[in-house]
Every structure is written in structure tokens, then in C-alpha cells.
């Protein structure tokens, strides 16, 4: 019920949650007509946008599966097939810094190639994301403070907002003191800028520019397409509490 409408989620009562309103699955329909779904007992198309007609097959339990024809008219499938691999090729530490319940995202495109992206929590203040391309794997750490924001909605847990400044790792000589103690090897690590600060309502949202050297996330009152952060005293609220956040 929920993915064949308009603003009928079962997150809309969760201010906290992505997907409230219902319109992101939506999105899709830039490259399908017919996207199939098979998930627990039911196996479904969704046809003209809201139709729902059951159809075969079946997906292990506990999981689900989604399929997207690349069947519009107005868009050839070698374009769509391209600007989808673009976009999986994209996604990097950002993409994973702030979400709750995706830790890996794994993909392979047409050409054989494979890559995955994970987020691996060592304590409730450091993280480390790798990404993994064809065997290659790059690493990036990160201190990511979180806390509740002072924005109150009646019988909802509190908002939270988040921060992540990169990491970086250095091992180095430690002398040891007296005469039997020898030295040691310990790894320190430092906060280090990003070249460019993304705003994140959980993913980054790629209109906005902070002008900081470091990554932030509150759950803003955004346009539809999540791109950009609007003109709201309760986002200025998000804001400060941010920045309360880091001071703390």
C-alpha cells in the first residue's frame, strides 16, 4: 500500500525517518514503466505509477528484490544503463556516514566489475569506510560525534544530529623511560579538513554548500528531491544544535 501511493508510508508518522512522505520510490520511473517486486509472500508490478498487479516468482525469505526494466521510450537503455552505473560509481564515504541501518552497499556492472562499499563502527565515535573497486580497496576513518537536537515533535524520540571529521593515521616511535623499558610503536591519529564540507539530510543533499572543512547531518526540512536545505526556523534550530554538539 505504502509504495504504490502518495504520501501513504508507513514511516510518515516517524519524523526521524527518510521516506515519510512517500514519493522517493518514485524515483524510479525515470528509467522503468514496470518495476517488479518480490518480497515475503508477495511478488508484484506496479503499473501507471500506482497500479499494483501480482506476477511469479519468489526471493529467499528475509530478503527483498527489486527489478528495473530500462523500458521508457524517451530513454534509451544504453543511456539509462550509463547514468546508473555513473551513479554506483559515485557513491562513496558520504553515502554510508550517516545512515542507521545500511553498513554495505554492493554492486556489479555489466562489464563484470564489482565494488562494494561498507562502514565498519570500531566504538560509538569512530568509524572507517571502505570502498572496493575490482580488488582495490581504499580506506577512510572518521570521529563521527551524534546527538539529540533540542527540535521537539509530541510522542517522537528526539531528532538527532550528527558530525564527521575525517581521520588520519600516523604509527609512530614511542621511547620508552629508563633503562630496561624499550621503545614502542603506537598509532596516533589526527583530525584532518575534507576539501569540501557536504550538508546531509542522512545522504548528502548536493545543492547545498557548508563552506566547512568537515561533514554534517540533521534531518532538515528539504525540498522533494532532498538536493538542497530550505528556509526553516526549525533547520536554524538543527543548525545550532550541530554546533552545540561539537562544542560538547
Not at 508518522?13 to 527518510?18: G, K, N, Q, R
Not at 508490478?45 to 498487479?53: A, M, N, Q, S, W
Not at 575534507?194 to 545543492?207: D, H, Q
Not at 540533521?218 to 536545505?229: L, Q
Amino acid at each position: 500500500e505504502s509504495i504504490t501511493s502518495i504520501g501513504q508510508s508507513t514511516k510518515r508518522d516517524d519524523a526521524t525517518s527518510i521516506g515519510k512522505f512517500g514519493v522517493g520510490f518514485k524515483a524510479v520511473f525515470a528509467y522503468t514503466t514496470r518495476p517488479e517486486v518480490r518480497s515475503g509472500e508477495f511478488t508484484f508490478v506496479i503499473e501507471d505509477l500506482f497500479v499494483p498487479r501480482l506476477t511469479d516468482g519468489s526471493v529467499p525469505p528475509g530478503t527483498t528484490s527489486f527489478t528495473f526494466p530500462f523500458d521508457r521510450p524517451e530513454k534509451a537503455t544504453a543511456i539509462a544503463v550509463a547514468e546508473v552505473r555513473r551513479g554506483l560509481e559515485e557513491l562513496d564515504e558520504k553515502t554510508l556516514l550517516f545512515l542507521n541501518h545500511i553498513s554495505t552497499i554492493s554492486y556489479s556492472l555489466p562489464d563484470g566489475t564489482t565494488a562494494i562499499v561498507m562502514r565498519e563502527e570500531h566504538s560509538d565515535l569512530t568509524i572507517t569506510i571502505t570502498k572496493e573497486v575490482a580488488g582495490v580497496a581504499t580506506d577512510s576513518r572518521w570521529l563521527r560525534l551524534v546527538g539529540d537536537s533540542t527540535v521537539a515533535h509530541p510522542g517522537h524520540v528526539p531528532l538527532k544530529v550528527a558530525a564527521a571529521f575525517q581521520l588520519e593515521e600516523e604509527e609512530v616511535e614511542v621511547k620508552g623511560r629508563g633503562k630496561s623499558i624499550s621503545a614502542r610503536r603506537e598509532v596516533i591519529r589526527r583530525v584532518v579538513p575534507v576539501a569540501s564540507g557536504e550538508v546531509c539530510i542522512y545522504f548528502p543533499a548536493v545543492k547545498e554548500d557548508s563552506g566547512l572543512k568537515f561533514h554534517v547531518h540533521a534531518p532538515f526540512a528539504s525540498t522533494v528531491a532532498r538536493d538542497s536545505v530550505r528556509d526553516d526556523p526549525e533547520n536554524a534550530q538543527l543548525v545550532a544544535d550541530i554546533g552545540r554538539l561539537i562544542v560538547e
